[in-house]
């Protein structure tokens, strides 16, 4: 079963720990959070900003990775969704996929947003999988858009609009359930 829950302060000894996995960091476009520091206060930012909403993700009630959104506070009632899925027992098999539906269901729901849009590198298949298979669609290319290890690498921008979500959503709910990774 998975599930998002609040993030608690024991989270961000984990989550530094999974970021620093090069499974994880080869795939965050977001270079800022180097060390232990900066990672502190990004989790501090993360749990008190409004701009910023984070939650773990949980498979079978064990923290299996996170899912943020960023620029909430913004006037166009978007935000940017970045995620992984940390625990490699839990990677492929369907903890993504689950918790993409939970995470939109909160972002059209309580959030209340009209978009929510992602940055992803071009060669992340998994997550372009399973992001165009939730509804996202391909917005843009941006070629060298980052630098990971002072090498440029593209970018491929998706998003997803409240009003397609609206749509895809009882389906994506429902197999979910049948499949018995959410809560019916
Ligand atoms: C992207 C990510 C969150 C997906 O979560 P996941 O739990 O592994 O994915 P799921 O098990 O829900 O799989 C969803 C789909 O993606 C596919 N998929 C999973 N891993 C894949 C891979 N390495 N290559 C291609 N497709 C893959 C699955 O086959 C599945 O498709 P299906 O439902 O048709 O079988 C996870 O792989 C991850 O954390 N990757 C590293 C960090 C990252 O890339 N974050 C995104 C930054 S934008």
Redesign the pocket.
């Known amino acids: 079963m998975i599930e998002l829950r609040d993030l608690h302060p024991e989270d961000e000894a984990r989550l530094f720990a999974w970021r620093c996995e090069p499974?994880?960091g080869r795939?965050?476009s977001d270079a800022d959070i180097s060390g232990r520091e900066a990672h502190r206060s990004w989790f501090d930012r993360l749990r008190s900003d409004p701009d910023l909403r984070g939650w773990m993700i949980e498979r079978t009630g064990q923290p299996a990775?996170l899912l943020t959104l960023t620029g909430l506070s913004g006037h166009h009632r978007r935000a940017a969704w970045?995620?992984?899925?940390?625990d490699r027992e839990?990677?492929?098999?369907?903890?993504?996929?689950?918790a993409q539906v939970l995470g939109l269901d909160r972002a059209f729901g309580d959030l209340g947003l009209h978009k929510v849009w992602?940055?992803?590198?071009a060669d992340?298949?998994?997550?372009m999988?399973?992001q165009i298979?939730a509804g996202f669609r391909r917005e843009g290319y941006l070629r060298g858009h980052v630098l990971k290890d002072g090498a440029p690498r593209d970018v491929v921008m998706l998003g997803i609009l409240a009003e397609e979500w609206a749509v895809l959503a009882p389906k994506a709910r429902l197999e979910l359930v049948e499949s018995g990774l959410i809560a019916g």
């Open positions: 499974e994880i795939w965050m990775g970045n995620w992984f899925i940390g839990a990677r492929g098999r369907g903890a993504g996929r689950a992602a940055e992803v590198m992340n298949d998994a997550a999988k399973v298979a």
